[in-house]
């Protein structure tokens, strides 16, 4: 059944368990049958990338192929199940081709089918690998990693006399990590020969050409220096897969990896590396995020009409689908009125890089995300991007600091506060000034996962004698936050920024002053207090006040963006005789700026014995939407007149 | 003038700088001159190794001829000065060799000669190198960051115009080091060509040949293969190595790297390489510390006869020493009645390893400094010996947990909770089980320097939300501590240990039982409480207690393991009535123990009200002695008496 584009109205269909369970029990040639779940599969992983709204599409598209072969026609645990000890393992060391990953799970019949609706939602499919959803062997999103813990697994094997095999998918922009390199060495000289590494080598990193980012030159030669036994193959041709992975089988001595040349995008036309690369004027755009409308509609008919000429070529029955959501086409976006403070951030970064000459700008392969683009186009010569490598780009930064320049270091938090913790340290020791901007702070987005989330890096720096942490919470907070780090500071800065357009934009008061150590009232109150900073969690705290209000409870809004200094007499002053102070943390419930202020409060004769209550994300974050995931940790404006009830329930109200 | 050795004293002579001068001045061949002047230095290093009671004489002694050749022939240092922006730039990688880069930098005239007798002491040369020292160009002591850090100097030069060229040493073993090839690719890739890498490669890592920790193989091809202009000498031949610096000169088109092939222990017979493994069955025992009188005198006699032979040789006067310190030979130490905990947790480590065939251990490159020997010997198929690669070591540790395996992971604090917070952090989220031993924890030895001294890694785990830590005060604890870990904890756990001899041992109450969130009084009291753990800090609250109790002021002290898990009643009971509650920190200000104490009392209605100060370690920690370095951060007994008066002084004594 072909599924008709219709003009006014978007179906999402899903390609059901029982249609692959019907070519794959079918009598035609092996590698024929392959091809085809494989387009399969690429439909499901389309149509689950476009229902949740985000999702990586392109290295889905260039490892599916792989990722069929090897769970239908290569690894024993269809056989084992996937709790047998005797297993063959696989896992993705870069995780976010997990939408190929899932599909395919789905179609080797590990993953019921329903959760594949339910990708980047709560309870459902983590938007990268988690260990706790069936046949995910271990969480990645964070690059670099894979090899390490394939060594581990085959040591385990080896040790408990187990059978089976590991494999491991890296991608190619991931081999710029330095821990790769690591473990290459430390698996050839511990003989866990036992390892199958597959680079997924679709020669393109987020958005850009691996070889124009960092380039890889002649990685075989490399790799085969490491003491690897190399090949390389199409990593969509199903019989070249068959024929490397027989060479492997006599091949004991040795760990060993295989290129797999393979396209970005690969099975949908217009999203194909080289098409894509042109179309985009150099920009590769299906890195992430969902395709639109028509751009869904154009891929998804695209691979039906290959299925189902393929299928008809072999006598087969066309597919039948189902259909799980039909919604308005095109239909007009909530109008976004709020705004990004990561663009805030890049214009002001273009504007200081005019009076500054000293500003270099570096990059780990997230340009975009970072708000980075015009000022890389403006000042090409004081724009490093530093490819996948973010403790080569600190330590450069380091450099750079000591004969005289300004860094401004720029990566997602989790990675940078977190990979290069160490090498921020050592700058620290040297006592320069260098700006790190932890891009992506905090809970939301949370369809990424917690590899993304970044809740940690307020606590990952604030052992730091000399670094001064922001985060602002609208575009001219941004604005001066960024001005403050370059003209005023004297130490290190960390600045925070949420990467999702602002839920609503703060107000700040007009006569508002960005001074070090003070923030602002938002809104008024007498019963309590609550302080807060970035537009995620101030937008929850105002909402909370709003409610609260209707119930004749005053609850005082502060914005707050110094996340570790804090001016006492001002502090003093914004509390006043009010008895019950909050806090409202887009991170961990500890180390963040809760913590600051609690040592701050316990300090203030006036304000030490006052009540005091931290609300921030506890546990791991959760992935989901971020209405979801807000109310799950409890941190929705609803939970929080909840909580500040609680917390004021046995003050009277005029004390 | 030999100083004769004398039988019942030691001494200590030094070379002053005018006899430098006077060799450098000297009319004979260029390179008879920097042989000589390079045993000059080792014994300035030797010397001022000894004097400090400790230091890395092994690599010092292999680097030296390289320094020498670099300082007094190649570099325009001297020339221009050391704050020139045209000068040419010399750094250590590896950072421990900075004994003999004093040394170099003393003969060199750019640091004053009484500086040298101050090796490891509070205002003096610091045991890793510090840009607050003339001459150093970058912190280090941490390995793999040297070239990354170069780049950005090279990078520099090039957009500021400026002249000198940029050369890095590294040791081999640092090769391990994963930041090594993200460096080494992307230098190459944005044509950084003004660095010169040289590898101290005098193949033996802390205390066991590269090859058999984690062989580098073909390290000549891998390099090359990576892009860089390759070349390999003696690196104690100095027409050798200038042959090969002017080879570099004619190279534009390429990074630059010397293998420069070495002797660990160069230049005294018995700490060569090859000799001392053959001496020490296999292990290398000239890497840190400092040696035995004996030892000492028979080097200093090899170094100045040879010096003497050769200056005689070339019709110069033998060297005139000055002796800058005399001191009773062998003199029987202080005898040590103390522990070290780390002995008993390797003692734990194999008793608890026969109980448990799913322990592994794992290790960095530190296995003799963390107490692993014992094991290693007795399970050599559960001891996995990683290199310095802790990223790789951490995730590899994942991939055995994930598997079932229980991994217990050592390194140094400082490199294992930073360099590999990532991987930790990615491990967590699996909700598996993995014992981080963090060893070298806080302040003390305060002798290796801010690279070393860990003050940061409570806070680096704190936000982790399934991960325990516990810092252990004597033996028996350890032992209670280590069983818990294994035997008990449902959670990841950090396992904090002090390195050095406790300055005393801490005596448990008799009925004391290791129990979860609870701690012991060791000392009671009424007028103030103060917690804290490990047996340095308890010491030194001990000691205030003791001072205190002249004063007729009773200070409690407890003994608190638990630092993130407080059981509030036992909390509330062990207050009680006292209203002054005091913490010391084996850590930084922020996000140690003292937050986490903190958080639990202002939870607790009773004790919420109780007037609270933390004492920790504030701004980076100091290089000294331990004497040294508690008094200035104001942690020594005497400076905790006076605190905690003034702590205290607007309270009356019964409340």
Same mark, same amino acid.
């Given at each position: 059944m072909v599924v008709a584009p219709c003009r006014f109205m978007l179906s999402l269909p899903f390609i059901p368990y029982k249609e692959f369970k019907r070519i794959q029990d079918a009598d035609i040639d092996r590698f024929e049958k392959l091809h085809i779940i494989s387009d399969m599969c690429r =439909?499901? $992983?389309l !149509? &689950? #990338?476009?229902?949740a709204g985000s999702g990586h599409l392109g290295s889905s598209f260039s490892s599916i192929d792989i990722l069929v072969m090897l769970y239908l026609s290569e690894m024993n645990i #269809? @056989? +084992?199940? =996937?709790?047998? *000890?005797?297993?063959d393992i696989f896992f993705s060391s870069k995780g976010h081709d997990c939408p190929a990953h899932y599909s395919v799970l789905v179609a080797a019949g590990v993953i019921e089918f329903d959760r594949l609706l339910k990708l980047r939602r709560l309870g459902g499919l983590d938007g990268h690998p988690d260990v706790k959803i069936p046949g995910i062997e271990a969480n990645s999103g964070s690059l670099g990693m894979g090899i390490s813990k394939s060594r581990g697994m085959a040591l385990a094997k080896r040790l408990n006399g187990y059978e089976g095999r590991i494999f491991v998918m890296t991608g190619d922009g991931e081999l710029q990590e330095g821990q790769i390199w690591e473990s290459l060495q430390t698996a050839v000289h511990q003989k866990t020969n036992n390892i199958h590494v597959? =680079?997924?080598?679709?020669? =393109?990193? +987020?958005?850009?050409? #691996?070889?124009e980012v960092i380039c890889l030159d002649d990685i075989e030669k490399k790799i085969e220096f490491f003491g690897w036994h190399v090949e390389r193959c199409n990593g969509h041709n199903f019989a070249e897969l068959d024929n490397v992975l027989r060479k492997f089988e006599k091949v004991e001595d040795k760990p060993k990896l295989l290129i797999a040349d393979t396209v970005k995008g690969k099975g949908v036309s217009f999203m194909e590396g080289p098409t894509a690369l042109k179309n985009g004027n150099g920009l590769y755009r299906w890195h992430a995020g969902a395709p639109s409308d028509d751009d869904y509609e154009?891929?998804? +008919? @695209?691979l039906l009409d290959r299925i189902n000429d393929n299928l008809n070529k072999q006598r087969l @029955? @066309?597919? !039948?689908?189902e259909v799980v959501e039909k919604r308005e086409k095109n239909r007009v976006q909530f109008k976004n009125v709020a705004e990004k403070v990561v663009s805030a951030y890049g214009e002001a970064l273009v504007e200081l890089g005019k009076e500054r000459e000293d500003i270099i700008v570096l990059d780990a392969d997230l340009a975009a995300d970072c708000g980075l683009r015009a000022f890389e186009e403006r000042f090409p010569d004081r724009f490093i991007e530093n490819g996948i490598a973010e403790q080569d780009m600190v330590s450069? $930064?380091?450099?750079l600091a000591l004969q005289g320049f300004l860094p401004i270091v720029n990566s997602f938090g989790v990675f940078l506060a977190s990979r290069a913790n160490e090498q921020i340290y050592a700058n620290a020791t040297e006592c320069t000034k260098i700006i790190y901007v932890c891009h992506f702070a905090g809970l939301i987005p949370a369809g990424p996962g917690k590899s993304h989330q970044s809740l940690r890096d307020i606590s990952l720096f604030g052992a730091l *004698?000399?670094?001064? &942490?922001?985060? *602002?919470c609208n575009a001219i907070e941004t604005k001066h936050a960024l001005e403050w780090c370059i003209n005023e500071a004297k130490e290190n800065c960390l600045l925070r920024l949420v990467i999702s357009p602002s839920p609503r934009t703060i107000t700040l008061p007009g006569n508002y002053d960005f001074a070090f150590g003070k923030g602002a009232v938002l809104k008024d109150g007498e019963d309590a207090v609550i302080f807060g900073y970035g537009p995620v969690m101030l937008h929850e705290a105002l909402i909370a006040s709003e409610m609260l209000e209707r119930e004749n409870f005053s609850l005082k809004v502060v914005n707050m963006p110094w996340l570790n200094r804090l001016d006492e007499t001002w502090l003093e002053e914004v509390v006043g005789d009010i008895d019950a102070i909050f806090v409202i943390d887009n991170h961990s419930l500890v180390g963040g700026f809760g913590d600051c202020l609690l040592n701050r409060l316990t300090e203030s004769e006036k304000l030490r014995i006052k009540r005091f209550k931290k609300f921030a994300v506890e546990g791991f974050p959760e992935c989901g939407t971020p209405e979801e995931v807000l109310r799950y940790h409890r941190l929705d404006g609803e939970n929080l007149v909840e909580r500040i009830k609680e917390g004021t329930s046995n003050l009277s109200r005029t004390t």
């Open positions: =439909i499901n $992983a !149509s &689950a #990338v476009k229902k #269809v @056989e +084992t199940g =996937i709790d047998n *000890p005797n297993r597959i =680079i997924d080598f679709n020669k =393109i990193q +987020t958005d850009k050409p #691996v070889k154009a891929g998804f +008919t @695209e @029955e @066309e597919l !039948s689908l450069m $930064a380091g450099g *004698p000399n670094c001064v &942490a922001l985060e *602002p």
